[in-house]
């Protein structure tokens, strides 16, 4: 295995724990399903980086599988988070939608899919601490081009789509300096179903009732 993940460290960090201060994010220790349904995404092209899909292009899914299982098996400790790095509003302007949302738009607080720790949840939920700000703003961004794809229905590009530039650099902003707490793990289960309907994660009990659900 050591080998065969040469190329993916060579990126994402030695073991895959990528420092917030670079680009590419921390692999180590995300939940395996998310971790091998974006390899696959990017096999398949619903994710577009060509130095990623050069890589995988002729893996079979049980390849890439091993490669997951091996990474979220990482428990690893996470860097220090970098100062912040824009004003005190706009950082509670970020924290609200993290752990609010906004209703008057249909926009889910992020913890209501990531969990309340923002670690995200097994198996298929990534977490978005420890990862870097310039890499939020640009997943973010990517999702709103269509760059970024998940199975449909694709909940993120929804979400996506519905926040303003202030709203993605606040959300960045915020993430990217909160700390991870020693011994922090994805979840193994949301405590209320997901708001939203999600291609990825279809496996996830959905709230049939949610103001957010596609109508």
């Not at 079979?60 to 996470?78: G, K, S, V």
């Amino acid at each position: 295995m050591a080998s065969r993940v040469q190329a993916c460290t060579a990126c994402h960090g030695k073991e895959g724990r990528a420092t917030p201060t670079g680009y590419f994010p921390r692999i180590a220790g995300k939940p395996a399903g998310y971790l091998v349904n974006q390899l696959i995404n990017f096999r398949d092209g619903r994710r577009s980086y060509p130095q990623m899909t050069y890589l995988i292009e002729h893996l079979t899914d049980a390849y890439l599988q091993e490669m997951a299982d091996h990474f979220a098996a990482l428990d690893l400790p996470y860097a220090p988070p970098p100062a912040p790095q824009a004003p005190p509003a706009v950082l509670e302007r970020g924290r609200v939608l993290v752990e609010r949302g906004d209703a008057s738009r249909d926009l889910p607080a992020c913890v209501s899919c990531h969990g309340a720790a923002m670690m995200g949840v097994q198996p298929f939920i990534p977490g978005l601490l420890g990862l870097p700000r310039d890499y939020l703003n640009s997943q973010l961004g990517a999702w709103v081009t269509g760059q970024r794809r998940a199975q449909a229905p694709d909940c993120m590009a929804a979400i996506a789509r519905k926040l303003s530039p202030q709203d993605v650099s606040a959300l960045s902003a915020w993430l990217a300096a909160q700390p991870v707490a020693v011994g922090s793990k994805p979840a193994a289960a949301l405590p209320a179903p997901l708001p939203i309907q999600c291609g990825g994660v279809m496996a996830v009990p959905v709230a049939s009732a949610s103001p957010a659900a596609p109508r």
